[in-house]
């Protein structure tokens, strides 16, 4: 089937940056919506940025101006740029995709396997 394949989480300092990659690989026919989640300890999963296939962004309000969102269709790849980070970022990002895989009529849901992003001095 498919997987996606997280990486560019480790630590940072506040200010600094990071830029998170997740590639979708397997039986992929189409890759519509992306987008990265995150889950800081003791809150609930919440959406950070989605991009669709078409380049249209989203984000929370909480990483407006700060994040940006990007894709490569060609590469089935999602990424996440962070600047400038702040201890509230601190969390395990997730990627997600929406995925018609080869074979199937509709889209199924695929997350990746955390990636953890520590903000601290």
């Known amino acids: 089937q498919v997987q996606l394949v997280e990486s560019g989480g480790g630590l940072v300092q506040p200010g600094g940056s990071l830029r998170l990659s997740c590639a979708a690989s397997g039986s992929i026919l189409t890759t519509y919506d992306m987008g990265w989640y995150r889950q800081a300890p003791g809150k609930e999963r919440e959406l950070v940025a989605i991009?669709?296939?078409?380049?249209?962004?989203k984000y929370a309000d909480s990483v407006k101006g700060r994040f940006t969102i990007s894709r490569d269709n060609a590469k089935n790849t999602v990424y996440l740029q962070m600047n400038p980070l702040k201890p509230e970022d601190t969390a395990v990002y997730y990627c997600?995709?929406?995925?018609?895989?080869?074979?199937?009529?509709?889209?199924?849901?695929?997350w990746g396997q955390g990636t953890q992003v520590t903000v601290s001095s």
């Open positions: 997600h995709a929406s995925i018609v895989v080869r074979g199937a009529l509709t889209l199924t849901d695929y």
């Open positions: 991009v669709t296939r078409g380049g249209s962004t």
